[in-house]
DNA sequence: ATAGTTAACGGAATCGATTGCATAAATTTA
DNA sequence: TAAATTTATGCAATCGATTCCGTTAACTAT
């Protein structure tokens, strides 16, 4: 097998009799070299089947047109549409993404981050790992003036720019919801609380419940380490086998809300009506469970779109240095069955 | 802010009062290197923070320690899978894995094509997109000795590596489940037939019925553009509306053997006695619809983690140079009770 | 017409790691 | 002990693009 030698700007030059300084220029279009310079050699290089070495500009300027994603798993539908609206923004603007995954290790996003940082990317766009408490191995890129975005699950000790959805409210609203229906014992299925995410979802539950006259029961807040389908089984079972049951459950993901009403059917526990739920994320199988479940939209690949659109903005030229900044996005109730009390009281009343 | 110079090989010289040579020798463990001046080395290093440039390693090699990958979507779970197996598998062998999707359009699988070459990738894994027939852009890889690895979505045409499943066997067993459970009256949902797997898992079907003789119906044989729920929830109604009704349905993807199933319910289509349903991927949605939905698993990971494996074997010394070799997995037919009349037929004779 | 500008381009250093070749020192062999 | 190896290390070119600093020629202003 032959292998072609790659076409560089000193074969061009030597071709076309000018230094590699003006093709260089000519190919990105400094001011200083004529239009009909620049055409020319344009012309030429397309001819000759130049294509640029990403890897020696990369080593001249340090940097490498390259965003780093750090998250804790790919294969998540919330994640995999992070990323689709990364690669797609990074993409249009010419720069590549590098993924990785800590699989929600503390030790693994370490050293992923280290990796990257050693890849010279221009940004690095992160969701944290459920383990991450310490943010030092952060540090570095902020020393070197590399822009960090902090995505979903973020830091509160940290200065970094911030695309996030608010959680807080979405916690209420989703509450809220719960309680117009009818509910009155309701049960919260918590994330680590650790991670802005779950405590602020929480703490929305929380004043939802009190702001609406109803007490806060500590036995009905279950304090999750994964969010799995088998623990929400198993906190499902429990809960529903108490002397008082709760009647509704806000669950901190769909994986769990599902296990939920899965349980519930099996348990000959009708669902919305004896027991109403709802979820986060809006997960695929949201929709396809039956009853259909109740969850708060998440614009995942929006939240992508942004983040690195903030790293391409911080490399530009017109670069406003304002570190801080956060995104705050808005999220949706999507009402399904799983929830809808009132319509089929409703419709009940109408049949008689 | 201040920004941190890095600490190269020329410093470590420099402090060591070693040559740039003997230091860059040293951190590759060369032979000719004595291990006390690596130990002395390698710990200065450490000390004084030296973290390899790999641009400038890259430059000089001509690669880059990278993996492509090259898909039609991300955010599918298949597709996330393969990714997540890839990036495991990578990083582990200190390898990058950079991500572009193509949302079936040959235009940008062709483009992305280019600005993974220009990144001087070690080798790239692809999933051709829906659309992709010409596959004049992967020629430059192996022109330049680049291994290429085709997963899943497969060209028939070009000469490469390939990891694959069997979907013709695949397509062949999903068919003969149905029979076996009573059905006579099979359709099939059909992708797109210059992909290999969608005209695989066809002709399977389409071998099954006719050694169980059982005629081939082209009207039970629908071709969908997409395999997406709209798709096949227009597709089933049409079939459940003929005078002479399936009794099973084997769909190439599960997306569109739940819309069927769905469909079927809603329109009083009792599943599986009735309607048998068998889809194809066991996405998470199988274990969730109800009744839950038969379907063949696909060991998405394991293909990304064997398709790394290629690229870093390919790339290592003892690499025997045979560039067609292709990889078959096996599948598995996950039997749930959208297909599983006979069980049922059991259990009513018992009951009487 | 002369000084002052501007436009268009070239020279050469630079980024950091790698490696073929050369050399010096240490060790073994004859 | 001289010669032949082996071991350990240094020199300097190289990878390809970028950019600071000139330099020349053409052009403008006074």
Redesign the pocket.
């Known amino acids: 097998m032959k292998i072609k030698k790659?076409v560089?700007?000193?074969d061009l030059a030597k071709e076309l009799?000018?230094?590699?300084?003006?093709i260089?220029?000519a190919?990105?279009d400094h001011k200083?070299?004529?239009k009909k310079?620049i055409k020319v050699i344009k012309e030429a290089a397309m001819e000759m089947g130049y294509r640029?070495?990403n890897l020696?500009?990369g080593?001249?300027?340090?940097k490498s047109n390259t965003i780093g994603v750090l998250i804790s798993r790919i294969n998540r539908p919330f994640m995999a549409s992070l990323i689709s609206g990364i690669e797609e923004t990074a993409r249009k603007a010419g720069y590549n993404v590098l993924i990785s995954q800590s699989n929600d290790k503390y030790e693994n996003e370490i050293s992923n981050c280290n990796a990257l940082y050693d890849s010279r990317i221009t940004g690095l766009i992160v969701s944290l790992s459920m383990e991450t408490v310490d943010m030092g191995h952060f540090q570095k890129f902020v020393d070197k003036g590399i822009p960090i975005v902090f995505v979903d699950r973020v830091p509160d000790n940290f200065n970094s720019y911030k695309v996030v959805i608010d959680n807080y409210t979405a916690g209420y609203s989703a509450t809220k919801h719960l309680i117009e229906q009818g509910c009155t014992r309701i049960a919260h299925f918590a994330g680590a609380q650790h991670r802005n995410i779950y405590e602020e979802r929480k703490k929305g539950y929380v004043d939802a419940l009190q702001e609406h006259g109803l007490s806060v029961e500590e036995d009905l807040i279950i304090h999750f380490k994964t969010l799995s389908f088998e623990e929400g089984d198993k906190a499902t079972k429990k809960l529903l086998k108490m002397a008082n049951p709760p009647d509704g459950i806000f669950s901190a993901n769909d994986t769990a809300a599902v296990s939920a009403i899965m349980c519930a059917k099996k348990m000959g526990v009708d669902v919305p009506h004896e027991l109403a739920v709802i979820g986060f994320n809006d997960d695929p199988i949201a929709s396809i469970v039956q009853p259909s479940l109740s969850s708060v939209s998440h614009p995942a690949s929006k939240m992508g779109a942004i983040s690195a659109r903030r790293i391409l903005e911080h490399s530009g030229q017109n670069y406003d240095s304002n570190l801080s900044e956060i995104t705050v996005l808005g999220t949706e109730i999507i009402i399904r069955d799983s929830s809808l009390k009132n319509l089929h009281v409703l419709e009940s009343k109408q049949s008689r």
Do not use: K
């Open positions: 790659e560089t700007i000193y009799n000018y230094s590699p300084s003006t260089s220029r190919l990105n200083s070299i004529s310079t640029p070495n020696a500009a080593l001249r300027n340090n």
